[in-house]
């Protein structure tokens, strides 16, 4: 007990270069925390994936459409419990800065192979009723303060001119990695203008979403479905969710691998600045040290006190960086656009794993100073002049 | 009385990158138990290097050191630390007090060793530093006493565990006249009414003047004695 007020009282001794230490491993815990989560928050996505499901894409590549008329053949396929498609719309809502994802979808089928959207069964009814209706995530209702009955306006991109949809279901997020960003709006409504429109792109899904009655059977079935389709003019290429999205992940992976580095270049910082003032400290108690030394006190003792101050230094920094972390991310979360991250939270593995560096550098942070308070003996450490 | 302190043909030297400095020279002397005994001379002439190889923080190159039954030069680290910390009191030139704790808990430190409880450890310190008359300085810090009392709480925390030997490396050497005289009339006092074994190093006759028996040492060699 003794022994931990004297490492306490040690570590106040140069109060402002302990704070300045103790802020500089904060703000090092809370860069490595933001990355992190940005890391985490870029494969939350998988987790919402279920076993069940299937993605029917484009073979050659995700951008190029597939027929409508595969829908039925599809449904046909043994262990295929329903089907339902949807299309990227793209598009701006107020302005190119509020991104979430717009998808034109099949309203009679979408819900129920997406059963952890929850929507209450009158808006849903309605919404399959009505062509240009449309059904918001709960996230983005809150955002844009909208309403069941507004009227939200898109401006058409990829499908040009000015798209007007009445909301008429906000869902519910099931599980908390459920995305609740999205806007989803009836396909056939965005088909019908493209026929008048534009013909030749008439009748294009994106993908084929393929509810399965068991998932153990998934490998088969998407071997089935590209077998329809070999040798078409649409080849397809059917994989699980979790797949398709890992997909989309390895190709922001360079940038996932860049945020990884660099929190890790965090960490070595950290471990620099501890080490510096772990290392200033045990050099200017060298002759103390020797006194400890010379009353009794063993080479392990000595360790134990220049241990115990750097892991209550690295503590103190860790602990006030992750009460930092969480409102930072929380803040984070609100202005960054719903639709990029719509799970921007700290994950347990985020907490462990900062928690697990902090104390790794305090752990690392004092070998140095006590290798050398161990090796220095009494009579070089009362001739040392600090 | 018996002889407490032995050194047999004690040689000492030092490595310098790749010179040898030799220090001690087949220095033998007995201490007996009880004695205040004082070593003297020029500085570089070996007085505190002896002291260290007597007090154990130490080795002889070559050489026996015999100190209350124990060939220290014998003994392991860890064994020495031990062996210092129930053995040998010290008293350094510069106090070496730990500026962070009080008086109070400078005198505990040694007793952390000891299984002692915290009442035991009390009960202890109080009388130490009664004995050095700073009972009522107990929670004032190093900076806040004078270089005679921060003398004064070393000389506590080398008696708190009860030692059987002292040593004092030039303790009066970074004191006043008034101050030094103090810490010489206390130290005279552990060794005539507590039975202290007093070996100290000083360059100041008026300090020497207090022990029993004064070694001169020169160029690490003993070359007199007197009384």
């Known amino acids: 007990m003794k022994i931990l007020k004297l490492i306490i009282k040690n570590t106040l001794r140069h109060k402002l270069r302990t704070l300045l230490t103790i802020f500089g491993i904060a703000i090092a815990v809370i860069a490595f925390g933001l990355l992190r989560t940005v890391v985490t928050a870029w494969y939350s996505s998988e987790k919402a994936t279920a076993p069940n499901r299937l993605i029917v894409r484009q073979a050659v590549s995700f951008i190029f459409p597939l027929p409508y008329s595969y829908l039925e053949k599809i449904q046909r396929v043994p262990g295929v419990k329903e089907v339902t498609f949807a299309n990227w719309f793209g598009g701006t809502y107020i302005d190119k800065s509020q991104f979430f994802a717009r998808l034109g979808v099949d309203a009679d089928t979408y819900f129920d192979v997406y059963n952890e959207y929850l929507l209450p069964k009158d808006e849903l009814a309605t919404f399959k009723k009505e062509r240009n209706s449309c059904v918001i995530g709960v996230d983005i209702a809150k955002k844009y303060n909208l309403k069941i009955g507004d009227v939200m306006t898109l401006e058409g991109d990829i499908y040009p001119g000015s798209w007007e949809f009445v909301v008429r279901g906000i869902y519910k997020p099931k599980y908390e990695y459920t995305d609740a960003t999205q806007m989803l709006f009836h396909w056939s409504y965005l088909d019908e203008r493209m026929k008048q429109d534009m013909p030749g792109r008439a009748g294009d899904v994106g993908w084929y979403i393929v509810l399965i009655k068991d998932a153990s059977q998934s490998a088969v079935i998407s071997k089935e479905i590209d077998e329809l389709f070999a040798n078409s003019p649409a080849e397809t290429k059917t994989e699980t969710e979790s797949a398709f999205q890992q997909g989309f992940i390895q190709s922001s992976s360079a940038i996932i691998t860049s945020m990884n580095f660099i929190s890790f270049i965090i960490i070595g910082i950290i471990m620099l600045v501890l080490a510096n003032t772990m290392i200033m400290a045990a050099r200017e108690r060298t002759r103390e040290y020797a006194v400890l030394k010379t009353l009794g006190f063993s080479g392990k003792h000595i360790a134990g006190i220049i241990m115990g101050e750097s892991l209550f230094i690295s503590a103190l920094g860790g602990i006030l960086g992750l009460l930092l972390t969480y409102p930072l991310v929380a803040a984070f979360a609100e202005v960054i656009p719903k639709g990029m991250f719509p799970i921007f939270q700290i994950e347990p593995i985020t907490i462990i794993l900062a928690v697990g560096t902090v104390l790794l550098i305090g752990v690392v942070a004092a070998i140095f100073p006590i290798q050398r308070a161990m090796r220095t003996n009494i009579v070089e450490g009362f001739r040392f002049v600090g | ?227």
């Open chain 2, 1 to 227: 009385m018996a002889d407490i302190i032995q050194v047999k043909n004690v040689y000492k030297s030092y490595w310098r990158d790749s010179f040898e400095t030799s220090v001690l020279h087949n220095i033998s002397l007995t201490i007996k138990e009880g004695e205040f005994l004082a070593l003297m001379g020029p500085s570089g002439s070996g007085k505190t290097t002896l002291l260290n190889l007597i007090s154990g923080i130490d080795k002889p190159t070559k050489g026996d050191i015999i100190v209350n039954e124990t060939d220290i030069s014998k003994l392991g680290e860890s064994s020495l630390a031990k062996w210092r910390s129930s053995n040998i009191g010290f008293v350094f030139q510069f106090y070496n007090l730990i500026p962070v704790l009080t008086a109070y808990e400078n005198v505990e430190l040694p007793l952390l060793l000891t299984k002692l409880t915290k009442t035991e450890r009390k009960q202890h310190v109080e009388t130490a530093l009664n004995i050095v008359g700073l009972g009522d300085r107990m929670e004032h810090y190093p900076k806040q006493l004078s270089g005679g009392q921060e003398q004064r709480v070393a000389i506590a925390r080398a008696i708190v565990t009860d030692p059987i030997i002292l040593v004092a490396d030039e303790p009066t050497g970074d004191l006043d006249k008034n101050s030094a005289d103090e810490i010489l009339t206390l130290m005279d006092r552990l060794n005539k009414e507590f039975k202290k074994t007093i070996v100290m190093v000083t360059h100041d006759p008026n300090a020497a003047s207090k022990a029993h028996i004064i070694k001169h040492l020169e160029k690490g060699d003993l070359i007199r004695e007197s009384v």
